[in-house]
Every structure is written in C-alpha cells, then in structure tokens.
C-alpha cells in the first residue's frame, strides 16, 4: 500500500500575526501601560549584559532594551513579523528566526533571556526552559511573562498549550536549578461598578465561547467597553505611559489580585 502523502499542515507554524499585539495595530490605553511596564523593568536586569528576547515578535521593546544591554538580539518563529521589526531596525538589531525550544547558541551564551506573553504558545514548556537553562550564564535571569490565568474571565489565546501560575512556575524551573520570584502586574479593580461589570460580562462571553478568537475580531469589543483605542507603538520610549512596577506575589498559591503574572528566574552558579 502506497504511503500517504505528509500533511503540510500537522507541522505548520500557526499566524501569529492573528493573535499578537503587533507594532501599528489599534489597542487599549492599558495594553500600551503594560507594554511600557514590562519592558522598564526588564531594563532593570540589562544593564551592561548579552540579552535575548524570543517570541520578540514586532521588537517594540528591543530598541528600549538596547540603550542599556551590551548586546541584544531578538528571535521570533514568525518571519513575516521579524519582517516588521527589520525595518524598524535595520542594523541597529539582530534579529533571527528562532524556535525558544532548539536556540542556535553555544552553553552560556547570554545573561538574559526573556519571553513575554508567549510561553503558553509553547507545545514543550520544560524543553524550553532546559534550553534557557542551557544558553544562560551561571547567574543569568530568565524573565517571564504571562496572562493570569487564575482570574474568573481568564480568556486563553487560540493556539495557546498551557499557561503557568506560580506555584507551576516554581514545579517547571526549580528541578534545573534556577531560584524562582513572581510578581504581579496590573492589580484588578475590585472597586469600581464599572469595571465589575465589564468583567462579568466577559466571564459569560468566556463561558459561552462568544469572544473573538482574533485581535481583529477583539477590536469592536474593545472600543464598546474602552472607548477610543491607540496605535500599538513600533518603539517604546521613556515616559510612553504611567509607570507601575510589578509587585512580589506568594510563589506557593495562585494569585487573583493581577492579570498579568512575572516569573524571574536565576540560574544557579553551577
């Protein structure tokens, strides 16, 4: 019997561009916030050090990153996004496609890596983190970022594997010798009619399956709830928005106070 023909589609890189706050694209004035957040308090393990940041996609916070690294480069899957990122950067950036799960790099080739909002996009998260491990310098800082799926209208990304609290944080890097803190970003508003409201009304679109699977398709929901929205900027640049800097959390518990949860993680001098 003849051997079928290979589905081109079983190992196909998913779009994306469908799901990812791209530079230009039209969005909220908090994803600007937590965007501008994020990459400040990356900064704050770049100083002087060799950065990598995978799932970069678009590069809005490479160039802010690079004021301070030695040396930075950014990886996507994705190459018609990098497409967008080198022409924002041009030489100023390497940019490379790159699979978080099989990196191109000699053992101890940077002191941090970073992955935001991406690691449930992941289909093998501790093979990924045994890479990180692998590529980072004793001392390095893995830093992560990630929705907080422990909240009542936690909506996942289509083409999204797992997402990781803290204590799964802890249960995926400890065992390779890493130290592991959370924070948390973006304290839910627990005060405001308004706002439990519209997450009321997003915790029964969630249970009914009515939210857009797409960023495009979120769109209209977006400005029904916040109005006016933004362009996604191409570069973040000092004073973009209000500073807010992520909080400790417990590494032992879910957390239900932030809707987006940080992972530091250090590897171990051995």
Do not use: W
């Not at 959370?182 to 706002?195: A, F, I, N, P, W």
């Not at 929901?221 to 916040?226: E, G, H, I, V």
Request: aromatic share 8%.
């Amino acid at each position: 019997m003849p051997l079928a023909a290979p589905d081109p589609a079983v190992n196909a890189v998913p779009d994306f561009s469908t799901v990812t706050e791209l530079a230009g694209t039209e969005v909220t004035g908090d994803q600007i916030r937590r965007l501008y957040n994020r990459y400040v308090f990356a900064s704050t393990f770049c100083d002087g050090k060799d950065v990598i940041e995978l799932a970069c996609g678009t590069g809005q916070g490479l160039g802010y990153l690079a004021k301070k690294a030695k040396s930075i480069v950014g990886g996507d899957i994705d190459e018609g996004i990098l497409e967008t990122a080198r022409r924002r950067y041009g030489d100023r950036i390497s940019l490379r496609k790159l699979d978080a799960t099989a990196l191109p790099f000699p053992d101890g080739s940077f002191d941090v890596i970073i992955l935001y909002e991406a690691i449930y996009y992941l289909p093998d998260a501790r093979k990924f983190a045994a890479e990180a491990r692998r590529v980072l310098r004793p001392g390095g800082v893995l830093l992560i970022c990630t929705a907080n799926k422990d909240l009542p209208d936690f909506n996942p990304s289509p083409y999204s594997h797992a997402y990781f609290n803290p204590p799964e944080f802890v249960a995926l890097l400890r065992p390779l010798g890493f130290t592991v803190e959370c924070l948390g970003e973006d304290e839910v508003d627990t005060t405001s009619v308004r706002q439990r409201v519209i997450r009321l009304i997003k915790r029964i679109a969630v249970a009914l399956h009515l939210v857009p699977r797409t960023m495009k398709g979120k769109k209209l929901l977006k400005r029904l709830f916040f109005g006016k929205l933004q362009q996604m900027p191409p570069e973040v640049v000092e004073g973009m928005a209000p500073l807010a800097p992520p909080v400790p959390i417990p590494t032992d518990r879910p957390d239900t106070l932030h809707r987006v949860i940080h992972c530091v993680a250090r590897r171990s001098n051995a």
